[in-house]
């Protein structure tokens, strides 16, 4: 209901909240969405660091079969490997950023390729410039 309200709002996407017990909760979900606002429409998915590696690498498959736009935090923070580990298998990008707090934090999953999408909130980063400092890095690192 929230993503056909956001559509209707003239969105062209919005986020979903994965990490059910299965992989099959996580595929409804998922399915019911596109199914109701087409294959248009942008669907990125947060599992707020809620898996596994093993239960992440499970679900990619199933996201990149939905066209899925990324799969947000799916571990915990501080597993920058796994994270490089699952972008390694995974077509869907890898995005991270809510619970990092500093440009060194950044820099450590930009260069262990351990995601494609930085998401850098500037208030728990440290202001604009800070701010500023990772947008040039990841760029740099495209």
Request: a negative charge.
């Amino acid at each position: 209901e929230d993503a056909k309200a956001a559509k209707a709002d003239g969105f062209r996407g919005s986020k979903v909240k994965i990490g059910t017990p299965t992989v099959s909760g996580d595929a409804a979900r998922l399915e019911a969405v596109r199914s109701a606002l087409g294959d248009e429409y942008e669907i990125m998915t947060d599992a707020n660091q809620s898996m596994t590696a093993a239960e992440a690498k499970r679900r990619v498959p199933m996201l990149e079969q939905l066209n899925i736009a990324w799969f947000e935090e799916p571990l915990p923070s501080d597993d920058i490997a796994g994270h490089a580990r699952l972008q390694a298998q995974s077509r869907v990008p890898i995005a991270v950023g809510e619970s990092l707090y500093s440009l060194g934090q950044f820099a450590d999953y930009v260069s262990a390729n351990a995601c494609e999408i930085v998401q850098v909130d500037v208030a728990r980063v440290g202001g604009i410039t800070p701010w500023l400092k990772v947008a040039h890095m990841a760029e740099a690192h495209n």
